[in-house]
């Protein structure tokens, strides 16, 4: 496991944040450094460090409005190298369910980047407290890398 992490927020309502503030308090219990960011800008964001995307799907099956540009950006970057986790929030009642963790999943694999593990997609109505089943999920996916 490497000694920092990059959490890249997609949000509309804060639920992603939650999240994201959860799996820093897990991963600084293990002596782990993480920077979360909330604007997520691609040339800001460490690609040796492994990266945490938690995002949400807003609208039709869209990309939160503050995680749009950092995806912009990732169409025309190399990502060869870089390792990620991605956590997705979506509610089982749209049939776009986790479609902004769906694409970026899509967008980062296209440009190199690899995945560590299979997306986890939390169904909000399911696990009405997100943060919780993540870091479960979390906690259990580094135990077993």
Same mark, same amino acid.
């Given at each position: 496991?490497?000694?920092?992490?990059?959490?890249?927020?997609?949000?509309?309502?804060?639920?992603?944040?939650?999240?994201?503030?959860?799996?820093? @308090?897990?991963?600084?219990?293990?002596?782990?450094?993480?920077?979360?960011?909330?604007?997520?800008?691609?040339?800001?964001?460490?690609?040796?460090?492994?990266?945490?995307?938690?995002?949400?799907?807003?609208?039709?099956? /869209?990309?939160?409005?503050?995680?749009?540009?950092?995806?912009?950006?990732?169409?025309?970057?190399?990502?060869?190298?870089?390792?990620?986790?991605?956590?997705?929030?979506?509610?089982?009642?749209?049939?776009?369910?986790?479609?902004?963790?769906?694409?970026? /999943?899509?967008?980062?694999? @296209?440009?190199?980047?690899?995945?560590?593990?299979?997306?986890?997609?939390?169904?909000?109505?399911?696990?009405?407290?997100? &943060?919780?089943?993540?870091?479960?999920?979390? &906690?259990?996916?580094?135990?077993?890398?």
């Amino acid at each position: 496991m490497t000694n920092h992490f990059e959490i890249i927020v997609g949000t509309m309502l804060g639920a992603s944040e939650y999240v994201a503030d959860a799996i820093a @308090a897990a991963l600084a219990q293990r002596g782990v450094s993480t920077r979360i960011h909330g604007e997520p800008q691609l040339d800001e964001i460490n690609k040796q460090a492994t990266w945490v995307v938690c995002t949400s799907t807003h609208g039709a099956g /869209e990309l939160p409005d503050n995680i749009q540009a950092f995806a912009k950006s990732v169409q025309h970057a190399d990502l060869t190298g870089v390792n990620f986790y991605l956590i997705g929030l979506g509610d089982t009642s749209y049939d776009t369910f986790c479609y902004g963790a769906k694409e970026m /999943e899509t967008l980062l694999k @296209a440009q190199g980047a690899n995945m560590l593990s299979p997306a986890l997609h939390i169904d909000v109505l399911e696990h009405p407290i997100p &943060e919780d089943e993540a870091v479960a999920w979390f &906690e259990t996916t580094l135990d077993n890398a």
